[in-house]
């Protein structure tokens, strides 16, 4: 599903224009990155996000077979509420 598709849908089920819907995601999403920024998110019934961090590694390149150094880095792991595992299941 694409971000105007999701917005349609939230239009039509909450019964507003796509623009105002179009409006609500965007702060819905500015609030979201925030809230990772601050360490994580959690969506009753939905899961939880987090902000992990990768160690730094060595990894080889496949084309000169050299080691190369690879920093570490953060990323965000998300964990499915039980609700959502039964369904997609």
Same mark, same amino acid.
């Given at each position: 599903?694409? !971000? $105007? +598709?999701?917005?349609?849908? &939230?239009?039509? /089920?909450?019964? *507003?224009?796509? /623009?105002?819907?179009? /409006?609500? =995601?965007? %702060?819905? =999403?500015? &609030?979201?990155?925030?809230?990772? &920024?601050?360490?994580? *998110? +959690? ?9 992990? $961090?990768?160690?730094?590694? $060595? ?6 077979? +050299? %080691?190369? !150094?690879?920093? %570490?880095?953060? =990323?965000?792991?998300?964990?499915? %509420? ?8």
């Amino acid at each position: 599903m694409t !971000k $105007t +598709q999701l917005i349609e849908k &939230a239009a039509a /089920k909450a019964e *507003v224009t796509k /623009k105002e819907a179009a /409006k609500i =995601y965007d %702060a819905l =999403y500015e &609030a979201f990155v925030e809230g990772l &920024a601050e360490g994580g *998110v +959690q969506l009753a019934g939905l899961g939880s996000f987090a902000v992990k $961090t990768r160690a730094a590694r $060595t990894g080889i390149n496949p084309r000169t077979k +050299q %080691a190369i !150094k690879i920093p %570490a880095s953060k =990323y965000v792991s998300f964990s499915a %509420a039980k609700a959502i595992k039964d369904k997609v299941n």
